[in-house]
């Protein structure tokens, strides 16, 4: 039987192999950063994790289309924060913000995953211990629609906690309609907690409510005090209001009704009007500064339906405030100082560091989602424990790579040199095509990857004992080295592309099916499988097919298939013997 096709050129296939090492390498170190350094994971580099459970004000099950449009403006807000390397990835109804280095903190921001409106503001208050302290008959605030005196506001447009004599107005901009703003978070970050909110040993719920029973229960009573259109309702519920405890309206507030909220900073209480813009309607945010102010600004563009809206807006409410309401926080609450403002353009200005006015020029942008999300997890890695991560991983896979060599020496003397061989002539390949994936479609490898490099390091070997066997079984048959090998190969082909199949089959299902971690197993399993049919066919079955025409390799103490040979010897004397005793 004449030797396959595969096998007529073995030098040759073996130059395409080496080729194709040339081609990558060549990309990895010319190509793209340079770097030969694969994306880790958090579990390898350290990092943090954080998982968003999706929340409906009926406690019904998450659209998967409402969850891909809140993955993708929260992948946006990602990008807008320069964090690098992250990944915001749909896990059933949740969704998993990846942060891998030191951005654990940043990580933590992009948890406000809420509703955004701009409502005007009918009445605010400062929050004493917490709680609202609405003033008495007569004093600002009590017109719907009006605004403190300037005795009782600050020239930013904060309410002071306590009075103060000054009688001077907000000062004004004349280069472009100008917004005061009162930023939430002058002395103190946003607090963009996940939802902080939640807490993480929630008591057990009463009268035998499921959480979702309990939770639709929450929502409910809020609404029926915080979003009550009765103005002796409203009082009440801005003088019970404590902005220090979890809020059950968080992003399910209902836009076409009033709102009694606290600021994100939790010192002033605010009873708004209804919705008159969705967040939606903004088209863009940035942050800036203003050269001849010499300040800090945030820079708003609305789309035509909210332009015409924000005109409207600005033309009644001259001289007072709107507020900007995100998961039913006030984020910020500026001064309207001219209108009405054409164009769709605005800018707010305040008491605002370069990463305050970033910061909320990125939560005006991005913080309109169509769910609104609680944390139901954080994980946090530390760089010195994703070190050790990494090495337990490198050392599992030298030890996993030694103990496979040193059976194939063992049981098949020198021809496991060759199997060997082509596990590294894998695992140069199989590197590099890492490290660029890396660089292409933002692959990390974390640890289950390793796993799954480790268990792709089994697969090859097993190539090598399928091929070896059939070489052994067709020298039982009376076949020499040389002839067996060819034949052997023919035979051995069909079984590992048969296993090949069924491996890169379950690898595939399993990354659709799986997620998280998982993935990046199925995903690691799977190229190796890939590249073993490629090492198997352009590697050892090359170097097999050379050494089968070497009389080095053919001798029985080299290859060790003398014993082989012996019974294929005493099969054909027995055989002689049995047609001599038939005659």
């Known amino acids: 039987m004449p ?53 409906t004000p009926d406690g019904s099950k998450p659209s998967q289309d409402s969850l891909r449009r809140a993955q993708t403006i929260i992948e946006n807000r990602v990008n807008g924060l320069g964090v690098s390397g992250s990944e915001v990835v749909i896990d059933g109804d949740n969704l998993v913000i990846t942060v891998p280095g030191d951005d654990g903190g940043q990580a933590k921001a992009l948890a406000t995953t809420a509703k955004l409106y701009i409502r005007p503001v009918l009445q605010a208050v400062p929050a004493v211990g917490g709680k609202g302290t609405p003033q008495a008959s007569g004093t600002a605030g009590t017109t719907p629609g009006a605004i403190p005196d300037a005795t009782q506001l600050n020239p930013d447009g904060t309410l002071p906690t306590q009075p103060t004599p000054t009688t001077q107005s907000a000062p004004t901009t004349a280069a472009v309609p100008t917004t005061e703003s009162a930023p939430a978070a002058e002395s103190t970050p946003q607090p963009r907690v996940f939802p902080a909110q939640a807490p993480t040993s929630p008591p057990a719920p009463p009268g035998g409510l499921t959480p979702q029973e309990q939770a639709k229960k929450e929502i409910a009573d809020a609404k029926a005090t915080r979003q009550s259109t009765d103005p002796t309702v409203q009082q009440a519920a801005m ?43 903004i088209k863009n945010a940035t942050s800036g500064l203003n050269q001849q102010q010499a300040r800090h600004e945030v820079n708003l563009e609305f789309k035509s339906e909210g332009s015409d809206a924000w005109a409207t807006l600005t033309g009644e409410y001259i001289n007072k405030r709107v507020a900007f309401v995100l998961d039913s926080k006030v984020v910020s609450a500026p001064v309207v100082q001219s209108g009405p403002q ?11 560091t370069a990463a305050s006015a970033k910061e909320l020029a990125n939560t005006l942008k991005y913080g309109s989602l169509p769910l609104s999300f609680q944390t139901s997890e954080a994980e946090t890695v530390s760089a010195t424990l994703g070190l050790s991560s990494l090495r337990a991983g490198l050392l599992a896979g030298a030890i996993g790579l030694a103990v496979v060599l040193l059976y194939c020496l063992a049981y098949y003397r020198m021809l496991g040199f060759l199997a060997g061989f082509s596990l590294v002539a894998s695992g140069v390949a199989v590197y590099g095509i890492i490290v660029l994936l890396g660089r292409w479609i933002g692959f990390t490898l974390d640890l289950a990857g390793i796993a799954g490099l480790i268990i792709g390091i089994g697969l090859t070997a097993d190539s090598f004992v399928v091929f070896f066997e059939r070489i052994k079984d067709e020298m039982r048959e009376g076949r020499s080295f040389r002839s067996a090998v060819p034949r052997g190969w023919q035979r051995a082909q069909r079984t590992n592309l048969s296993g090949k199949t069924v491996s890169l089959i379950a690898s595939v299902v399993l990354y659709i099916l799986a997620a998280g971690q998982v993935k990046g197993f ?34 029985p103490s080299v290859n060790g298939l003398g014993a082989i040979q012996e019974v294929a010897r005493e099969r054909r004397a027995g055989e002689a013997l049995v047609k001599e005793t038939s005659r």
Request: charged residues 15%; contains cysteine; aromatic residues 6%.
């Open 3 to 55: 030797p396959s096709q595969g096998s007529a050129h073995p030098l040759r296939l073996l130059g395409v192999y080496a080729v194709l090492l040339a081609v990558i390498y060549a990309l990895v170190f010319f190509a793209g950063d340079h770097s030969p350094t694969p994306k880790l994971g958090i579990d390898l580099q350290g990092g943090t994790r954080v998982t968003l459970t999706a929340r």
């Open 239 to 281: 003088a019970a209001m404590d902005c220090s405890k979890a809020d059950p309206l968080a992003g399910n507030d209902d836009p076409n009704l009033p709102l009694v909220a606290c600021a994100t900073d939790g010192k002033e209480i605010l009873l708004l009007d209804k919705s008159r813009i969705d967040g939606q309607e």
């Open 342 to 352: 054409q164009g769709g353009r605005t800018t707010i200005s305040g008491s605002f």
């Open 522 to 555: 199925a995903f690691t399993l799977g190229i190796t499988t890939v590249l073993d049919v490629i090492v198997l066919y352009l590697v050892t079955a090359p170097l097999m097919m050379l050494a089968s025409r070497s009389p080095f390799w053919a001798k």
